[in-house]
């Protein structure tokens, strides 16, 4: 991160190899997993509202950013493992969770390894089932990942135009922050494409549902309406009734970040992380 960020890079070693991390702030610990084919800075723009509240870990996921892949498979399993070893490098006893897209299931196995350390949880656009996921998204992801459509599919994630065009007409629309896309392409352009294959199939098939209803921990759901890739109403019908789950449906957004996107999202998630009352801007499911 650049000077004054308030974060400090640190290094450490998971499954024999390099594992980058993000850490700082103060208060409580807060771990975060970034998304698919991201990295820490997936988080820049919550930053400066997290830190006076929270003591960051920011992992890079095996095979992600500048941390290593694993020798194994890049399951949420597989990768949840990597993020808590960041958390014990950084002296982290008890932690709130965050979790973006397919970085929520990380997030959640996270909270399955160490229920007794975790506390609040959050997540960002979770796959939390197949049936939540768009049929058109599992049909465009059956089709990249076949065998020899695969290793056309991944050079031209690596052309900035094509990268950009696919993204803006099929997952994150047009309204989209530039620096964002850029930091998005860099990541893609350095992800190690076999651990980008494992976590995406594995993403899929998971269901984490009755996970998120356990009620030993409250639990904030954000998603926007118009989300290309989750399913909204079949994941408010989900999770309806979990004693201490709370669903964030936010108008004129996608699976893309604006800025005032990024303005809401916090809104949320600072009154969440300080225990406060949630901002009227939500629609609620409890």
Known sequence: MAPGSGLSERFTTHDGRRLRYLVGGSGPHLLLCHGFIGSAENFAEWFDALLPRRTLIVPDLPGFGDSMPLRGTHSARGLAAAA???AAD????QYDL???CLGAAVALEVQRVQPQRSRRVFLHTPLLSPRIV???FHAQVRVMMAPFVYPVFVWLAHQRVVSDLYKRV???G??????AALVNFENQRRADMRAAREWLLEGLTRNDVERIRDPAHPVLVLVARDDRIVDVPRLLDAVAGGDRVHVAVLDQAGH???KDYVRRQLELITAFLDDRPLPDVTRVAA
């Not at 950084?90 to 006893?93: N, S």
């Open 84 to 86: 808590l070893a960041a």
């Open 90 to 93: 950084a002296g982290a006893e």
């Open 98 to 100: 965050g979790g973006l």
């Open 134 to 136: 768009r049929a058109r």
């Open 170 to 172: 099929m997952v994150e």
């Open 174 to 179: 047009s309204d989209v922050d530039l620096d």
């Open 256 to 258: 893309g970040w604006t």
